[in-house]
């Protein structure tokens, strides 16, 4: 089992940055995928980025593609969310994500562990 907490999140600009940090409990940490996901007010959450156990491999939504970039610290049992270019639409509660086997990396069903989540505003 693991315990997921996020920080990093606040109110930032339009073209600003900020990085997201997802800090996992649990000793088999670097066996998990690693997920982020927001919801925004009003609407349903989405995928934002993905990770492999090892690192390998990373996902994005077509909506953050170029601009977000998703890594993880297996030593330190953290995992990243680098944000760039932000723009308003990207205002929502982060949440990280963690499963040990995930064969769709986009979908949250995949995922049984999950953080309280992290709230970023970007203001225009």
């Known amino acids: 089992q693991v315990q997921l907490v996020e920080s990093g999140g606040g109110l930032v600009q339009a073209g600003g940055s900020l990085r997201l940090s997802c800090a996992a409990s649990?000793?088999?940490?670097?066996?998990?995928?690693m997920g982020w996901f927001r919801q925004a007010p009003g609407k349903e959450r989405e995928f934002v980025a993905a990770i492999s156990w090892s690192g390998g491999s990373t996902y994005y939504a077509d909506s953050v593609k170029g601009r977000f970039t998703i890594s993880r610290d297996n030593a330190k049992k953290l995992v990243y969310l680098q944000m760039n270019s932000l723009k308003p639409e990207d205002t929502a509660v982060y949440c990280c994500?963690?499963?040990?086997?995930?064969?769709?990396?986009?979908?949250?069903?995949?995922?049984?562990?999950w953080g309280q989540g992290t709230q970023v505003t970007v203001s225009s």
């Open positions: 649990g000793r088999t940490f670097s066996t998990y995928a």
């Open positions: 994500a963690a499963e040990t086997a995930v064969l769709r990396p986009r979908d949250q069903g995949e995922y049984d562990y």
